[in-house]
């Protein structure tokens, strides 16, 4: 993606309207498509819209009712992206918090990677449920920081989004991170699966990016973080991080 | 359990502790055991606690780490219990949110029958995540109507415990609510269970609770007391309730 953007002049960008539908994170500049647009692109943030989910695109492509998530400062230009989309299996729903939502996508992959190791290392649905709770509960502490008009991780743009990637099926990080949990190395996974999960590049720019201002504690992240860029052993790293957990 | 509980002469249960475990309702009574025990039992509540999730006791069978919380108005008490369970597979939460904690555990039964209705008339994964986001949020309201410090349903306590029925195969309510979903009746899918799912009698127990106080909005509750008590076609009143949620 990175290399795509980059061979796009900025000029032709002057003035149109931009949307990004990556969950992910340009991981060699650190951040997000949108904050790329606007400090490597030039383009003002009025100009650009985010969609995110909580949204499998498999089952929209099953025609199973979604409701996806339109963000952009401007509400108008969410809602038009919204008209645009609406029929009978999406229902839009339409903010102006574009920041929250995409860092919001960005980190339930962290998170569905958390579920998958522990899935993968033998945890069983009762340790999934704390996992999943002290994930919202990171999510919107980590949130919270971003913002002087906090997101409210209760809401479905949030809650929802990782709710349906840690528990579907459908879940690419989820599944990586249950293959990392059985003990296949990170190389072995990302080989056997043919793609990588956007939650392996999201971890680390997540934890720069609260580093950097040294907010608030994410042990689930650390974890994660630990296990793929460390070689933490995940099954001592998890026993860790029950600790934590509460 | 309400006659057995009857049963028990008031004056044996004096100076006692008693523990309730039961995620239910006394559906005559119309009240959770702990309101029973105080109303016709003439305990005072500083003697009663409550065990609650998030926690199917298969797991807690096979001893996979598992934490329960522990309540009672009289901390020291909560903690007793605590460490009595407290072992390698059984982590304690302790709390004096006792009418908090056992009141989630009965409307998070309702939430896995909704949840279950859903998958059972063909809802995906996209549309549970936004369902179960609502109800976290249905539930949230509903709690701070209860009491004057109300609980944070992002806590393990209560967003753990729904995520536990809501998601997992070992929920008899979420199986109930599938049959129900794919066409059986009330009747044939309790038959076919060999047991009735808590959250049948739970859901009229909230809504006149509720009512009482005409205090929040419960499209959720409504629905699956539309199926289950008014003879509502599932299709159509989840396509109805589909309409309300955001």
């Not at 809650?159 to 990392?180: E, H, I, P, W």
């Amino acid at each position: 993606v990175e290399s795509l953007l980059e061979s796009i002049p900025n000029d032709e960008l002057k003035d149109k309207m931009l949307v990004s539908a990556i969950k992910g994170v340009l991981p060699d500049k650190q951040m997000t498509v949108s904050q790329y647009l606007r400090l490597y692109k030039e383009v003002p943030s009025e100009q650009i819209a985010t969609i995110t989910g909580p949204c499998h695109a498999e089952e929209v492509a099953q025609e199973k009712l979604s409701y996806l998530t339109f963000s952009s400062p401007r509400l108008e230009m969410a809602q038009q992206l919204g008209r645009f989309f609406h029929c009978h299996y999406v229902q839009p729903t339409c903010t102006t918090d574009a920041g929250g939502a995409e860092m919001g996508a960005v980190l339930k992959n962290v998170y569905a990677l958390a579920a998958g190791m522990a899935h993968g290392l033998g945890y069983g649905d009762n340790f999934t449920a704390v996992l999943v709770a002290n994930a919202a509960r990171e999510m919107q502490a980590f949130l919270h920081t971003l913002d002087a008009h906090p997101s409210e991780v209760l809401e479905t743009t949030y809650l929802g989004d990782l709710l349906v990637t840690a528990y579907s099926q459908f879940s690419r990080n989820r599944t990586f991170g249950a293959m990392v949990g059985r003990g296949y190395s990170v190389r072995s996974a990302q080989l056997e699966m043919g793609m990588v999960a956007e939650g392996y590049y999201a971890v680390g720019v997540v934890l720069a990016l609260n580093e950097a201002r040294k907010q608030v504690d994410m042990p689930i992240c650390r974890a994660v973080h630990e296990v793929l860029y460390q070689q933490g052993d995940a099954r001592s790293v998890f026993a860790g991080l029950a600790r934590q957990l509460s």
